[in-house]
């Protein structure tokens, strides 16, 4: 059994940024692949980044154009979603996710998920 929290959510201006920190626990950290997804009102939730179980490989979906990146701390079993250049569209909850089975990163496809943290980006 995997726990995941997020933090790290708030309110920012358009075209600031924000770091979302998820910390994991109950699984040795490198055992498992970590993502990142939101879901925005009225919509599904989407893939934003992913990363590999020892922290080898990056994966990022192509409408974030290299605004997001993810990082992995085996010693703080924390995975990290910097995110830069925010827009209005960003708005969003954030869920962090863990163990995901597959290499497609879909959501029926994630074994644990966070809470989520709220990210609002004002005009």
């Known amino acids: 059994q995997v726990q995941l929290v997020e933090s790290g959510g708030g309110l920012v201006q358009a075209g600031g940024s924000l770091r979302l920190s998820c910390a994991t626990s109950?699984?040795?950290?490198?055992?498992?692949?970590k993502a990142w997804f939101r879901q925005a009102p009225g919509k599904e939730r989407e893939f934003l980044a992913g990363i590999g179980s020892s922290g080898v490989g990056t994966y990022y979906a192509d409408s974030l154009k290299g605004r997001f990146t993810i990082s992995g701390d085996n010693a703080k079993n924390t995975v990290y979603l910097q995110m830069n250049k925010l827009k209005p569209e960003d708005t969003a909850i954030y869920y962090c996710?863990?163990?995901?089975?597959?290499?497609?990163?879909?959501?029926?496809?994630?074994?644990?998920w966070g809470k989520g943290t709220l990210v609002t980006v004002s005009s």
């Open positions: 996710a863990g163990d995901i089975r597959g290499s497609d990163w879909l959501t029926r496809h994630v074994n644990y």
């Open positions: 109950g699984r040795t950290f490198s055992t498992f692949n």
